[in-house]
């Protein structure tokens, strides 16, 4: 993994130099990352990232700056793969906010400067951050039938407690490493506190499953994971979030990825990821009273039209969802099945719904 | 702790009955919650609540709605530890989102009637709401020289990978009871980032600590476990922030409490915890270039002011310091550090003035 890292670095540090020796004016070829250059792709299933890309002179007044850099961020990330360790993006930043030499500004005077000239790197050289060593916030946790080993440390996913082992943002192959499990799929919760409800209710030994919470919308590190269990050990993923366009939209990434990083769409996305629920439609299959439900919000509406119009939500059914969401006007928090008793989701509802296959594509 | 809960809401169950069968007009006394009752109590080192109290009256139109809620909710808390179950202050609202005999009307409507309904009967049977087994949302992590026990689960915090332990939001000694540890001390840390950056670099190995983290201001679960730790194990607390009107506020809340939760400050303060840093005087200690500080904004410079005010603050080296940031005109962030170099933060910073005892009080 570091190899590979290393060796695209230097490939790339060894063709400016040799622009350089041959008096050629230096550049670095970047894919574009902007809107128009993404588009979904039926056949993958997943949003991607399309073929343009722009050259970043050296001999260029506008150019100029950005292309010292993104050589300064490169040789920074070669830096921190000799030293084995591992930072944020803020680190990232503070690290380069010193002088150039001869002038009286500074490499980087803002992290959003820094930011955006990493994920270039990204996409140039085709590794995510998390392979150079850069990691962001961690966010989740899980547990289930598995025993992983994280940074040496040999962790039983079935013996977390409470609080469950928290995802951290860097989960590739040199850092996390699937042990032994029997976990038959996972299920992605949205919400912390139904997660705990399941975990609680041992949700996932009776199902044999892995239980992850994303607390909102995942973070790229749960995505990653998510994406590993599919690809590396087959794992089916099944995704539970609110009966609302968040929620849904929060499905969506995790299967096909998002615009803003259609880069790492074919790293991150699951694109047979199956959703379980809650639906709107659940109201009537099990008896939740309406008035239980939300009004939806003048932005849910608007929210709810432009996921109509998404490619990748054009299926029947969920057509037929949204619609009915809008038709009926209300919304439906995960939470909202305790209504009904404490332990109808881990009981009841998932159960059900598992059982019969009732999942939207 | 679930028999004291239990024998606490009976208590008052029977009061509420007696005053009914003696022909009395019911009213449940609860000690009010508003600032006019909170003060700093300076012997104790904590925000506290003065003892004044109100009456919620039965036969009273302004009153009978919430005192029916009180009673409500008190009587789900009853079947959720008979039922050995917990459950989020948004579960306990949605089951108790159910019709009132005979009306058109819910028990409650919306989670905002629901929540202070829970911090009264927190005050009034002065019981955490994790003693009754409702929760917050979890947040937080923690790895050391410690073994726990965790819903049953050993958890070793020497082995918790990148990750660490995720701390629940109920730490209660019935869910999370510590076993054997060998650490001098607890680290609570402010960013989640720098936690990440001292797990790496194995700080808590080094220093013989606990490290926690809170991301930003820390939850209930975290200030409790910090206050058992230093009551049950004696383990003095170290508080480590930005250097910002904000990071100070995060110590001040874990020292002596927070004026919307005083009646718990006895339950979850540290009075004596110490402040470390980051200070903005640091940068004389440590030689940090000024440039690499944030210009203070309005915002900032407001909440420094007030808090030059606060009694707790009004110690000569905190006058000092906030003085000297308000001068200086710049805050600092924990990542600057990473200016000197990656591992200064746990090479030299945290080890110099930890040894040299270099806290603020």
Chains 1, 2 share one sequence.
Not at 107 to 134: A, G, K, W, Y
Not at 146 to 163: A, K, N, P, Y
Not at 239 to 266: C, H, R
């Amino acid at each position: 993994m570091c190899m590979k890292a290393k060796e695209r670095l230097r490939k790339l540090a060894e063709e400016v130099f040799e622009q350089f020796e041959n008096g050629e004016n230096p550049y670095i070829e970047i894919p574009i990352r902007s809107l128009r250059n993404v588009r979904f792709d039926p056949e993958k299933g997943l949003i991607m990232m399309g073929g343009e890309k722009m050259k970043r002179y050296f001999l260029n007044v506008s150019h100029a700056k950005k292309f010292m850099q993104t050589l300064m961020v490169a040789s920074f990330v070669k830096k921190l793969l000799d030293e084995k360790v591992t930072v944020d993006m803020r680190d990232l930043f503070y690290s380069l906010k010193i002088p150039i030499p001869g002038t009286k500004d500074n490499v980087f005077n803002e992290q959003n400067e820094s930011d955006p000239i990493v994920e270039d790197l990204e996409v140039t050289l085709d590794l995510l951050r998390e392979e150079m060593n850069l990691k962001a916030d961690k966010k989740g946790a899980m547990v289930g039938d598995m025993v992983i080993v994280d940074g040496g440390d040999e962790i039983d996913l079935r013996r977390q407690g409470t609080g469950g082992w928290s995802i951290p943002s860097k989960v590739e192959q040199d850092v996390i490493q699937f042990k032994e499990h029997t976990a038959k799929f996972v299920l992605f919760v949205e919400k912390a506190a139904v997660w705990e409800r399941l975990n609680e209710d041992k949700f996932w030994k009776k199902m044999d499953c892995l239980i992850v919470t994303g607390k909102g919308q995942p973070s790229r590190g749960i995505r990653r994971l998510l994406h590993r269990m599919r690809y590396e050990l087959g794992l089916p993923v099944i995704v539970f979030t609110d009966a609302d366009p968040w929620g849904y939209y929060i499905y969506s990434v995790v299967k096909q990825g998002s615009i803003n990083l259609a880069f790492l769409s074919q790293k991150l996305g699951v694109p047979d990821a199956k959703f379980v629920g809650l639906t709107t439609q659940d109201m009537h299959k099990f008896d939740i009273p309406k008035s239980l439900g939300i009004k939806l919000t003048q932005q849910d509406i608007k929210r709810a039209q432009e996921l109509l119009k998404y490619e990748w939500f054009k299926t029947k059914e969920w057509q037929e969802e949204i619609n009915h969401m809008l038709k009926e006007g209300i919304k439906f928090e995960q939470q909202v099945l305790s209504n009904k008793s404490i332990r109808f989701v881990s009981e009841t509802y998932l159960p059900t719904k598992l059982e019969q296959k009732d999942f939207l594509p």
